[in-house]
């Protein structure tokens, strides 16, 4: 791409043999300059082809396949068939737009609201910033089993603080109502410190001018946000958005740890959680790949307005 | 594939055997299987039913050898090894460990699919299907005879049955288990309940836990799970305990939603909503039940003896601390129990070694895993009831050593010996018809406004479906 601006400058190209053509074996240059560069690429590119692409392209095969008796035959439709006739299907893919629909809600906006908070903060912010993220360093693992800690209807840590005020203790993660916002509330506080961060990194590159101008104008702490920072951040604000969907669309180890699995009556099961049901439960790899590859097609979707939103913007 | 856009350069063929070189290296990184070649292994030419012949070298690699952290069965295992070689040198045993279960469903499930599964690999008894869909298993027939395995006739049929598929042998046992009440002999005393006479009927049982909970302290009666499968299976216990069955003897439709599965949602509705004597938290899988009886917090619940010695050796508890009744209602029991089968396309003196080594370890009365005054010596435990596949003399005389080097108090366990119940398999799909009733489970005792009825109606429909897609 910009190969030919660079090699006026570069040390590397002023040492390339002059006897090679100018335009044949331009491939050939560029990777005899920079033949570690390409070493390591080579190394990423075969461990992406490995371990990511070659199992999604396996898995395209796989959804189309059955295993009976030792044989594999391709089965046509009857996976996908299999998976949209599965009761669980219809209620994984509610719990799902659930969990993205509260998260959305929560993981979204609080930990904007933190940044915009954090943002306003004059001293001390490098050690608000570090509380913040703090919960991101914990293993997940261990911060799900605090959460459960917390949860439990028996001796939990929130039905005690409930029972301090005289509030009758609740079902938490034990109840068809309460299960999934319960695992959300956990899910946002273990992921909201990355987010913060970004959103603060954002709102730091907001000029100060324009808050200067705008409290000349008399505006307060809302109108400042709604006016200057939403409108300045709204490109990171709609990829992040993206990016929200598209991870919680892919949710499994908060419902899978905190409820063990589908959670009361299944409330809890996720997309990705049957497809490990289908897969490891029940061997049944061919309706895991049907049902991976619907999440595929709706994810890829998503990733495209996500690929379109993060393109450079043409002034 | 050739085609016109790619034409091997030397560029290419210098990044081709890159790639595979990386591909080989990153494969044999992922496989742990030995495909051993060498000396006569490739095949033998004397009968298949004859016994291995000892100057055959072969290699095997072999499942559920006990981790660092067990080191008692280890030097067991070292020991039957020493001793297996003693009559078989040129037999290499190969153990591999695993520091949790001998068979965790993921892993396995994976091996399988990448036939990367040991020589001899350890399975359940439900896995026979799957084994076969992924064509993981030889067909050991031919080779398990009674001069392979000299306690062969004495074998449960009912245990070998199910390692069958069309007639044809795939596995060997190593364990069983039937279901049964176990209970926390303590808390039974405590509550002015008579440990040596476990509740045998469901009403009995609600009475116990109702009395067990009222200890307080956070002490349940009695445990349910209700997640992960394992609240389906337990339902699946229950019922067949009181003579009913989860799915029809066709195997094609859902047979709990009558007046037993509504008795046995109601039961445990009541016990938690109505009695109290459940605990508050539910949503229990494997586990959670025998952490909370080996700490003197659960008063009984359905499990197999083995469970027993994981609270024990994992969990601290004592044996002295815990018996067993049948389970409630007496009508059947669910079973179950591990093996070992042996890869698909082991050279035949592979086959021969693995029976070998399989009757010599877990087949043989005295021997390997049934050599109780070792097991005593080693401070392990002995006295269990189970496994026991034997019957007849076999199992009189494996008894009686058990009793001799017991370690534990046997008369623990007597109301559950005394009264053995019919065993009886797990339904066809049974992880699948499992997941589908822990939500009636889960749906009993997380909601006290459960509406039964609808339910067992809905999961009714569920398994229907599951079942018709077979």
Sequence with gaps: MSAPTLSKSSPASARAPHHLPERRGSLARAVKRNLSAHGFLIGAVLCFSFFSWYPMVREFFLAFQKNKDGRTTWAGWSNLSYVFNDPAFWQAWRNTLLFTGLALVLGFAVPFLVAVLLNEFRHGQGYLRMLVYLPVMLPPVASVLLFKYFYDPGYGLFNRILGIFGIPDQQWLQSTSTAMISVVIAATWMNMGGATLIYLAALQGIPGELYEAAELDGAGLWRKIWHVTIPQTRLILSLMFLMQIIATMQVFTEPFLLTNGAGPEGSTMTVVYLIYQYAFNFNNYGGAAALGLVLLVLLAGFSAVYVRLSRPQED | ?470
Aim: net charge neutral; charged share 25%; proline share 6%.
């Design chain 2, 1 to 470: 594939m050739r085609s016109s856009w790619f034409r091997p350069t030397r560029r290419t063929s210098a990044a081709a055997v890159a790639a595979v070189l990386t591909l080989t290296s990153l494969a044999a990184c992922g496989t742990s299987s030995s495909d051993d070649n060498s000396g006569s292994g490739g095949g033998s030419k004397a009968g298949i039913s004859a016994p291995l012949d000892p100057k055959t070298k072969v290699t095997l690699t072999i499942d559920c050898m006990p981790p660092a952290a067990k080191a008692a069965e280890l030097r067991e295992w070292k020991e039957d090894v020493k001793e297996f070689n003693k009559k078989y040198p040129n037999v290499t045993i190969s153990g591999k460990s695993t520091p949790g279960q001998c068979e965790e469903p993921a892993r396995f499930t994976a091996q399988l699919k990448a036939k990367s599964q040991p020589d001899v690999f350890y399975t359940y008894f439900t896995d026979l299907q799957q084994v076969l869909d992924n064509n993981g298993a030889e067909d050991i027939s031919a080779y398990v005879t009674p001069k392979t395995v000299p306690a062969l006739n004495s074998i449960d049929p009912n245990v070998l049955g199910v390692l069958k598929k069309d007639g044809k042998l795939y596995g060997l046992p190593t364990s069983n288990y039937t279901m049964g009440l176990l209970i926390n002999r303590k808390l039974f005393e405590r509550a002015g309940l008579d440990p040596d006479k476990p509740p045998t009927t469901w009403e009995e049982v609600r009475t116990a836990a109702k009395k067990i909970a009222g200890l307080g302290n956070g002490i349940s009666g009695y445990g349910e799970y209700s997640a992960e499968n394992t609240g389906g299976w337990h339902f699946t216990a229950a019922m067949y305990g009181l003579g009913a069955d989860v799915v029809s003897a066709d195997g094609k439709k859902a047979a709990f939603n009558d007046a037993t599965g509504k008795q046995v949602a109601q039961q445990l509705h009541d016990m938690r909503w109505k009695d109290d004597s459940m605990g508050k938290t539910q949503l229990l899988k494997w586990g959670d039940l025998q952490k909370q009886i080996a700490s003197d917090k659960l008063g009984m619940f359905l499990a197999a003896p083995d469970d027993i010695t994981y609270m024990v050796q994992q969990l601290g508890a004592d044996y002295e601390n815990f018996g067993m009744g049948p389970i409630p209602g007496g009508k059947a029991t669910l079973f179950g129990g591990n093996d070992y089968m042996i890869k698909k396309g082991s050279s035949p003196d592979k086959i021969k070694a693995a029976v070998a080594w399989l009757n010599f370890k877990n087949l043989t009365p005295g021997k390997g895993q049934f050599q109780w005054d070792r097991t005593k010596a080693d401070k392990l435990p002995v006295g269990l009831p189970q496994p026991n596949f034997f019957t007849g003399d076999t199992k009189a005389e494996d008894l009686a050593s058990r009793t001799e080097n017991a370690t534990m108090p046997v008369e623990n366990f007597k109301p559950f010996l005394d009264n053995p119940v019919p065993g009886k398999a797990e339904p066809p799909k049974a992880q699948e018809v499992y997941k589908v009733l822990d939500n009636v489970m889960s749906g009993v005792l997380t909601n006290r406004n459960a509406d039964i009825d609808k339910l067992l109606a809905t999961a009714e429909q569920q398994v229907n479906q599951v079942l018709a897609n077979q």
